[in-house]
């Protein structure tokens, strides 16, 4: 199946204040087996190593399922570990082509409602 493929259906984006941490592989599995194709991490309390070694486990994870990872705006940590994508937000914009040359995964970026963005 091709990314563009991969990129349709259930798009789960976690949260780092609403789903323990010592659940969140358990709620992502159960979203994958529900039919998700995509799981985005948005975790803006944990330290850079524990979101590095929970992107690789939870990457590891959606492929088993055939699915898609993304991580929110931890650039170089998506680079490192050359995950299936990464999105970035409206301070990171300026940086879009900078960061295409050295990620060849998705990127997604939030718009605010501006596509022109």
Known sequence: MSNTERLEGLYVITDDKLTPK???????????KGGASIVQLRDKSSSDEEIKATSLALQKLCHYYDALFVLNDKIDIAIECKLDGLHIGKSDHHRFEEIRKNFDGIIGVSCYGDIPL
Do not use: N, P
Request: glycine share 0%; proline share 0%.
């Open 22 to 32: 010592d659940k969140l592989l358990e709620m992502v599995e159960a979203s994958l």
